[in-house]
């Protein structure tokens, strides 16, 4: 059973070995070649559990023909299953690339894990390795020399200086130094290298070195064959001389001073010195340094001082005739840092406004937000976020005045980068305090944008007019074409985005939303029409029957139970509805702590055609469908969202707002499925199929079972003075 798992784990990890470019190439894989007489040298690689390194490996060979044999197999000491390959690296230009070589070999494959290839080498040196993905790579060099052995001989190296020189032998302005190297060991010689000075870093040796600085100067060299051996170092040493010159004006000197500084100017931690100088004579030959009363040093990089204390940094500079600048000074004080600040700022927020019995503010909310860092780098920002929108910048209290449940995010950032974890603070606005409602086009208060059916997901929030998003969007207008509406909303979120309302991701995820509405495409019918916007117009259009009454506000709702009370209703006669989808929105103002009772008929016939009802508002109740609004935790049995007398929904299942609180509502009417929306979320779903619990079906009644009219006129109930409820932005759309 063992060695069958390992032989499933071996054929995995080869595939993935081979995916990753560690493809097998073996000899027996190769096109046939003209048959040869087998190599004279034969270099053998092995490998066993080991995933750093192989078991054995050859370090250098002879160019020409050789057998490479490649074992990895029980007997090379792997007991684990696991292939290895070896793998001639031909892409880095340091070694040579002239052998194609990649095997793949395990103890379980079909040559018992030994292979061999037939290769050519040539003098130089050859990069291998095994990659195994997730632990290491075994890896190793093999040198080749020409025939006759294994070198061992280091290069030969000589050096000549070249330059014009005077009669003491100096060489005048500069000097240039030529390096040469051979290896007579069979390798090749693989690089020179050189280094000025006795202290001098080793650089690799390309082209002649040019030395022009006046004074005494030493190079250094050395190389290096392809079989590792270096050559001992030597070197030449010569003067360098200005030439003639009638320069007798020393350099000009400069210097600045850098680093973080704190309040007092000084350095935190460190200052750093650049010494600059210029000399439009002989030119610069020198500029030396000195830190306080320390020696002369050659300055060739920024001086980096971080002894803590007062400090004053010498410098001079001497042209190559021989002009020394007088010396010139900086003078700075260097001081520990502070200690890092990790604390995150302390942020606290405060709600003010009028309040009424409920905890809600009356008109407007002011949210102010304090923020204090204890960490000692002080406060650098503070930020806040409206209902879900991008943070922006405080500058002083937000005054939220749109009626409805808001939420506040705030944080703040120190001047270290510590970020305090963002807090909030909920509250609710209603009307009231002489701010007038915003003039918005729609209304339309769900959670996210949603454009037609198509939720892009982005907050819905309030925008600096105090009209959502939505209302903006105006998604329920009649389009007459796509690319009309498409330009209306990238006007709309085009001046949302310069506001900073949104941000460019929530931008695009709206502008997809309306491409994929379809709106205005034709033969689509999208829009809404408003059976009634507010005005005195539109509210003469609809006609009231039996008790009750309901006003018209001068903001544009109407309002029930305002001056008599009893049971009637308010109906829209103009036309009849099949399939539709209604919107409007209600509010429950009643009085004291009670709620209003209220409720929207649907699909009733015309009510003054059944001399058999004396009053006209109970066709509507007999013969329709009521859809229930109730929040009221006491009396009647059927809540928000219940269709009277046939499905309830409790409180606990549509949920309930504050009163004065403006709720969206939708009732979706397709055949004799009935669906109800309260603010996005869908709260009841209801099949007309009969079964009424009460006011069974009259004779007269489509059908025989129970069903209620496919077609008909839409109502609002009034209760009573007691049950006050407002409506508005009332519009339906046929499905």
Known sequence: MRRRQRRVWTVLLAALLMMLGLHVTPADARPEAPARAAAAQVLTWTAGDDITKYASAPTTAVAGAATIVFENSAATGNTMGM????????????????????????????????????VTLTPGR???????????????????????????????????????????????GSASVTVTASDEGGSGVDRIEYAVGDTGAWQPYTAPVVIDQVGDHKVRYRATDK???????????????????????????????????????AYLDMATVTVSASDTGSGVNTIEYAVDSGAWQPYTAPVMVHQLGAHTVHYRATDKAGNTATDKSVEFTVVAPPAQDTTPPVTGVSVDGTRNSDGAYVGSAKVTVSATDEGGSGVAAVEYSLDGGPYLAYGGPVVVDRVGAHTVAYRATDKAGNTAEPRTVSFTVVPGGGVPPPDCPEFDERLTVIVGTVDSGVPNRVTNNRCRINELIE??????????????????????????VIDKREDAAIQKAARQSGIGKPGQTTGYRKIFDGSSDSFAQWEHVGGGSFGLNPDGTVTSGTTTGGLGMLWYPQRKYG????????????????????????????????????????????????????????GDM????????????????????????????????????????RNGVLI??????????????????????????ASGYIGLQVHSTTDVISYRDIRIKEL
């Open 83 to 118: 292939p290895h390959t070896l793998t001639f690296e031909t892409s880095d230009p340091e070694y040579n690339s002239d052998v194609q070589l990649n095997i793949l070999a395990g103890p379980y494959d079909d040559q018992g894990g030994r292979h061999t290839a037939e």
């Open 126 to 172: 050859y990069f291998y390795h095994c990659t195994i993905p997730g632990h290491g790579q075994m890896q190793g060099i093999l040198v080749v020399t020409e025939g006759g052995g294994t070198d061992t001989t280091a290069p030969a190296t000589s050096a000549n200086v070249d330059g014009t020189r005077n009669a003491q032998g100096q060489y005048v």
């Open 227 to 265: 079989a590792g051996n270096t050559a001992a170092e030597k070197s030449v040493a010569f003067t360098v001389v200005a030439p003639p010159s009638d320069d007798t004006t020393p350099p000009d000197t400069s210097a600045t001073v850098s680093g973080e500084r704190n309040a007092d100017g």
């Open 475 to 500: 998604d329920e207008k009649e389009w007459t074409s796509q690319a009309l509406f498409l330009k209306h909303v990238k006007t709309v979120l085009d001046k949302l985005l310069a506001e900073g």
């Open 579 to 634: 399939d539709f989808s209604l919107k409007l929105q209600w509010r429950d103002d009643a009085p004291g702590t009670g709620n209003a009772n209220s409720g929207v008929f649907v699909r009733f016939p015309w009510v003054h055609d059944h001399p058999e009802e004396p009053r006209p508002e109970w066709v509507a109740i007999k013969y329709g469908h009521e859809v229930q609004v109730l929040d009221r935790p006491d």
């Open 638 to 677: 059927y809540k928000t969202g219940s269709i009277y007398g046939f499905d309830r929904v409790g409180l606990e299942g549509a949920g309930v707002t504050p009163k004065g609180t403006w709720n969206d509502y939708e009732i979706r009417v397709v055949d004799q499925h009935y669906s109800v929306y």
């Open 684 to 709: 009841n779903e209801f099949d007309n199929t009969g079964g009424q619990e009460f006011y069974p079906p009259r004779a007269d009644d489509p059908g025989t079972d129970g069903r209620r009219f």
